[in-house]
């Protein structure tokens, strides 16, 4: 009972964000309003073209329209939360807002890990076994891959968001971050976390450990086949069909091991320096990320190009 009193004591949350560096808040305040625009701009665009185009209604257009409806439901959850910190002179949030958001930005994510490995199955299925794709990606069977990795996504976020709001906060309510995220929440706890920090480490060995090696199994089978293939031609043609989704998965885990594998600076200055570095990276990984993904699937997809120069030209022409 008593945990339960003090949780309910802390009524909100103080987002530091970048209170230290006041001079950077407008500057990046327009700069990720821009990066959300075309976020919103380019995924919706695809997803238009995924569900409007006739020819793309595929295994593999049906995972991309996914990942983009993914990244905007992940940029939504946190950005205008970013914006309204960079103009605000107190950020708060409610403490309920704060869980809220704390589980849409972990269950995106952690569907995105899934959903990139249901989509590099996808792509060993075409090239390595290209007779039995109709079969073994029917509809069937991808729409099911789709929603399981949703599922497990808001499962394990439902799971760590629980955990991490019923620890006892005992007035320490400034969360050092731009959002409530999660890491940033549990250091705030009065009580003991081992719970919480294990449950995150089984957590991440299943929706980072476990889809990079699926990716990476696959890849070597994907490489191996093309390799195989007699002619250059042929060899170029099988992996510009997964060049796209490689690009995609090099710059999502490449970030994330970039923000969590370098190591942290010991000396005072030193520390405030990586603390801002820390901010931005992971500021930058939540827009950045979900503005490429179409990007490098429009430019390295020709049905993609050619399906939205299609429906540009009959807008303009019904108009």
């Not at 990046?28 to 309003?33: T, W």
């Not at 329209?65 to 605000?88: E, K």
Request: positive net charge; charged residues 10%; aromatic residues 10%.
């Amino acid at each position: 009972m008593e945990s339960v009193n003090q949780t309910a004591s802390v009524t909100e949350f103080i987002l530091l964000g970048l209170s230290a560096h006041p001079k950077l808040e407008k500057t990046f305040f327009v700069l990720i309003l821009l990066m959300y625009l075309v976020i919103l701009l380019g995924n919706g665009v695809l997803i238009l073209v995924t569900v409007s185009v006739s020819r793309l209604h595929t295994p593999m257009y049906f995972f991309l329209g996914n990942l983009s409806f993914l990244d905007i439901c992940y940029t939504t959850s946190s950005v205008p939360l970013i914006l309204d910190s960079f103009l605000t002179p107190r950020k708060t949030v409610p403490f309920s807002a704060c869980a809220v958001q704390m589980f849409l930005s972990f269950a995106m994510g952690a569907t995105e890990c899934v959903l990139l490995g249901m989509m590099a199955f996808d792509r060993y299925v075409a090239i390595c076994n290209p007779l039995r794709y109709p079969v073994v990606m029917s509809k069937a069977a991808y729409v099911p891959m789709a929603a399981s990795s949703w599922a497990a996504g808001s499962a394990a976020s439902m799971v760590q968001t629980s955990l991490a709001m019923r620890l006892p906060f005992c007035g320490n309510n400034i969360i050092n971050h731009f959002t409530c995220e999660i890491l940033a929440v549990l250091k705030l706890a009065c009580a003991d976390i081992s719970i919480n920090v294990i449950s995150m480490g089984v957590t991440n060995v299943i929706f980072l450990g476990v889809p990079v090696l699926f990716i990476f199994v696959s890849y070597v089978f994907i490489l191996t086949t093309i390799l195989r293939i007699p002619s250059a031609e042929g060899r170029k043609k099988a992996f510009s069909t997964c060049s796209a989704h490689l690009t995609v998965v090099v710059v999502f885990y490449g970030t994330i091991l970039f923000m969590y594998g370098k190591p942290k600076s010991k000396d005072p200055l030193g520390a405030d320096k990586q603390d801002l570095s820390d901010k931005l990276v992971s500021l930058f990984y939540g827009v950045v990320t979900p503005m490429l993904n179409p990007i490098i699937y429009s430019l390295r997809n020709k049905d993609v190009k050619a399906a939205v120069r299609n429906l540009v030209s009959q807008k303009c022409f019904t108009q």
